[in-house]
């Protein structure tokens, strides 16, 4: 069981980034997949998922509006995409799997069982 995330980078303020978490070596299709994320000294934290069909989402209020999650199960992979980007937005972000047990998809991390490595994302002011 793998994930593995991509598409960080340097950013200006405004700016937009997309990342990817691509899975390997399990059957993507019947997970959940969040991503959170974490600052250097901080917890890390919840910023959105997306239920194993894609028809439910879930957002942290932090970057709702901003923020969208969708996934492309025939490709293995999920996308964030990141708009209107803040300084605040800078930290380690992690994508994660975690099996359904009902009530939509979890915004909590231990509800997660396998993690990717992250992808740093950096919002310059």
């Known amino acids: 069981v793998q994930l593995v995330e991509s598409g960080g980078g340097l950013v200006q303020a405004g700016g937009s980034l997309r990342l990817s978490c691509a899975a390997s070596?399990?059957?993507?299709?019947?997970?959940?997949i969040g991503w959170f994320r974490q600052a250097p000294g901080t917890e890390r934290v919840f910023v959105a998922t997306?239920?194993?069909?894609?028809?439910?989402?879930g957002y942290a209020d932090s970057v709702k509006g901003r923020f969208t999650i969708s996934r492309d199960n025939a490709k293995n992979t999920v996308y964030l995409q990141m708009n209107s980007l803040k300084p605040e937005d800078t930290a380690t972000y992690y994508c994660?799997?975690?099996?359904?047990?009902?009530?939509?998809?979890?915004?909590?991390?231990?509800?997660?069982?396998?993690w990717g490595e992250g992808t740093q994302v950096t919002v310059s002011s």
């Open positions: 994660a799997a975690a099996v359904p047990r009902g009530g939509g998809p979890s915004a909590i991390a231990s509800d997660y069982g396998t």
């Open positions: 070596r399990f059957t993507f299709s019947v997970y959940n």
């Open positions: 997306i239920a194993r069909s894609g028809g439910t989402t």
